[in-house]
């Protein structure tokens, strides 16, 4: 079982950066792929970036190639998703998620286990 706790949102303004932390309890952390979600309001959630469990595999949606980055520190159990330029149309709920393959969270957007999401706003 793995818990996943996320902080790091808030409100910016557009240009702005911000960077996502996701805290997962559980002694297996390192053998997790790990994602990041998000899900805007009225719209379905939308897969934004994952990581394998080495670091070495790593997705990026199209939308936020060259100014998101993920990375992952597997001796504090913690991923993270730094965001740069943020745009208006980055506001959502961001949900981390952990899965035991890096296909699943990173290609299907599917997951074992989901955290309770932090909110983003990027005002204009």
């Known amino acids: 079982q793995v818990q996943l706790v996320e902080s790091g949102g808030g409100l910016v303004q557009a240009g702005g950066s911000l960077r996502l932390s996701c805290a997962a309890s559980g002694r297996t952390f390192s053998s997790y792929a790990m994602g990041w979600f998000r899900q805007a309001p009225g719209k379905e959630r939308e897969f934004v970036s994952a990581i394998s469990w080495s670091g070495e595999v790593i997705y990026y949606a199209d939308s936020v190639k060259g100014r998101f980055t993920i990375s992952r520190d597997n001796a504090k159990n913690t991923v993270y998703l730094q965001m740069n330029s943020l745009k208006p149309e980055d506001t959502a709920v961001y949900y981390c998620?952990?899965?035991?393959?890096?296909?699943?969270?990173?290609?299907?957007?599917?997951?074992?286990?989901w955290g309770q999401g932090t909110q983003v706003t990027v005002s204009a």
């Open positions: 998620a952990a899965d035991s393959s890096i296909v699943r969270v990173g290609k299907q957007g599917r997951s074992d286990y």
